[in-house]
């Protein structure tokens, strides 16, 4: 038969120390006498069976019979845990709490490394001493990662904690308690949706935060940002949230240099352009954050055409002064894509009208993607800071509209040409009626 | 003097004397309400337009899943006057339904399906009944989304049909569902099927028209007949005025087709969910938008069916009446029958105006 994973992970408690003040007031709850004795001989009467033939789901275990008949506070545990991943895998108390639930007196908490309420400080490694064995995690799940723990040692909330500061997270801040729910769960606090949340418990919490000299409006700033409106509004799980950009269990502040790499994994072309350009170079001298320069961090806004150039929106007027070189660039950038934008916008129009008035112009439309293409390329390639490479894909781009444009008119002009030759077929078809009539009249002339 | 002599040379052959002489001596009656004999003919001359622009789209369509639409966006796009021709075919069918319907009422109020021409509206009705299958069937040919989800939904209807239903439906869709294989059967029908025995039941319509003459409506009670009655030559004087209104119908559809072209769509994607606005051809939304408002359940039968049953009685009533107006061919007008035309009538235009402007 397969051990349990409380029988294979039994004797590691022992190196995690008990929380001394948390075991005292379990010690001290004034326990009802009867419910417990109760359980326990419930126990016992039902253990013959156990005793033929017992499973792991049948195996007495008095964490559960006690905490039950006591209720109140000491059974809610319970209650949580019927929704919890560890609980549903038959992860027991003991696993983590250590104890030995076979035995049927208070005795069973005195033994084999029990820890009421494990410390702060102790729970990375706790919770590491399953997530962390490749072994043991496989038959759980043969992909997943057991790497949290070294992970959370490179991170400022490991760091801290290894200084002594508790008040960092740890897992539980993140994953819960007892009602732990796979990452992939709606629910789950860290589920992609709930991530942002749960990090702005602690981050957005300013008391809290005290003394870490960081500001605590991200949340607020990321719900609002275009990242947020994707993930958190419109449920699109390919918008980053908090671990995106910061990693999870290695949470840590980007360098300023890797600010890129950061932005690029799922921004690759506007990451490559970026390398390419000479604003890399020059940003990484003058220690600016990169991308987040001209896009800002966590409240990152929708990018517009009109951010490119010198325009009343334009960024880079920001950096480049009038009449230098930079400033030049920028302005012939600028103009270029929003040429582009007009050219495309117009074409758009155009055939739109064309399909209005009832011609078929599909074909056309089908054909004009491209030049919507082309306006995302040239968005792409504004990050290289370069009019001339600009220009290698506004300028085709523009000819693309136009050929848009110009079916969408052509298609127009041939309905105006449809109705101005139709007055011919109908001027022939007045005249037959005309001749009919008059036929008619010359068959019943005089008879009325 | 050729032409006489190649009509004598026909005529030792095919007796088409017999045929000059009939035309020669057909009547038609001039009353008031003389201007309702047109109907029949304007519906025939659309019957004609159909049958040449039908042919001529025949020329480019494809009736496969794959090039449906592409082969008639290619007609409409590429091909000289295929605009033309197909929007004119688009036209052409809604306005024959339409006056096939007028028609079909003012033979009703008439009351012209008297004796001795019951046959002749039965096969009328039948004719209506045949053309609005070319609809049904036409709709989908050009494999739009909208065609794609209405024939889904009149599918589903016809297999709600007691009995017969599920056979009814496979047998249409050649399938669970509409696929290639419905897009191929309904072109089949549409150009064959329909086509044949349209053709058939139209000669003996036709036949029967000329063979009975027209239909004298009632005289107003107590009035004396007119002596002699008025009446006019069928050829040439009615077969002129005929011709101003075909023509005059030409000029109309020539116009609509031109200012109003028929609109291609979007093409069908099977994956994609029903978008909205979903609706069959106007003249069957009197009978879509009525099934809406019929309970799930009515005395324990499921609504749809009871719909059906009532759309097919009434349908059979239609059918039948010459030989349900009992008053009728004794010169009587029985109020029942003349209330259940208004009330045919006012039912059918409401149904289709919420389908059009209230349609949940």
Sequence with gaps: MTPSPREQRQDALGDIPPDGRKARSYAGVSVPGAPILAALLGLALGGTAWAAEPTAAEKPDTCVACH?????????????????????????????????????????????????????????????????????????????????????????????????????????????????????????????????????????????????????DQLAQYQESVHGELLLKR???????????????????????????????????????????????????????ECATCHSNHGIKRASDEMV?????????????????GYQAAEQMGKMIADLGQAV???????????????????????????????????????????????????????????????????????????QWSLIPLAAILAVVVGLVLQIRRIEGGRG | MAWRRLFAWLDARLQLGDIVEFLRHKRVPVHRHFYWYYLGGITLFLFFIQVATGILLLLYYKPTAEAAFESVQFIVTKVPFGWLVRSTHSWAANLMIFTAFLHLFSVFFLKAYRAPRELTWVSGMLLLFLAMGFGFSGYLLPWNELAFFATKVGADIAGAVPLVGGFLKTFLLGGEDVTGSTLTRFFGIHVAVLPMTFTALLLGHLLMVQRQGMSQPFTPAGAPPANPPREMPFFPNFFLREAVLWVGTLAVLLYLSIFLPWELGVKVDPFAPAPAGIRPEWYFTFMSQSLKYIPGKVLGIDGEVLGILAFGAAAAFLVLIPFLDRWAPGGRRHPFFTWVGIGIIAFMLTMITLAYFKPY
């Design chain 1, 345 to 419: 916008r117009r074409g758009e129009a155009k055939l739109a009208e064309a399909e209005r008035a009832g011609m078929e112009v599909s074909d056309a439309k089908y054909e004009f993607q491209n030049a919507r293409t082309s306006l995302i390329k040239a968005r792409n390639e504004v990050h290289i800071f370069h009019p001339d490479r600009l220009n290698k894909v506004t300028g085709p781009g523009i000819e693309l509209a136009e050929k848009g444009y110009r079916a969408g008119q052509e298609a127009l002009d041939e309905l105006g040409y449809r109705k």
């Design chain 1, 309 to 325: 150039g010198v325009g009343e929106k334009g960024i880079c007027k920001n950096c480049h002064v009038p009449g230098s070189r």
């Design chain 1, 68 to 216: 039950q008949a006591v209720g109140g506070p000491m059974a809610k545990p319970l209650e949580e845990r019927k929704a919890d991943a560890h609980a549903a895998k038959g992860i027991s108390c003991a696993d983590c709490h250590g104890g030995d639930p076979a035995r049927m007196d208070m005795d069973s908490m005195k033994v084999k490394g029990f820890v009421g309420r494990p410390a702060r400080r102790d729970l990375p490694r706790l919770c590491a001493r399953c997530h962390s064995d490749g072994a043991f995690m496989r038959p759980f799940n043969p992909a997943i990662r057991t790497d949290q723990l070294a992970q959370y040692r490179t991170s400022i909330h490991g760091k801290l904690l290894a200084a002594g500061d508790t008040k960092v997270a740890v897992c539980t801040d993140c994953h819960g308690v007892h009602s732990i729910l796979p990452a992939n769960h709606a629910q789950s606090s860290v589920h992609p949706t709930r991530v942002a949340e749960t990090c702005g418990r602690c981050h957005g919490d300013a008391q809290y935060m005290q003394g870490y000299k960081i500001p605590t």
């Design chain 1, 235 to 289: 449920k699109d799980l390919a918008a980053p949230t908090c671990n995106k950009c910061h990693g999870n269990h290695g949470a840590f502040p980007p360098e300023v240099t890797s600010i890129a790499g950061v932005c690029g994994q799922c921004h690759v072309i506007n990451k490559d352009l970026f390398l390419q350009s000479k604003h890399h170079a020059a940003f990484d001298r003058m220690k600016l954050p």
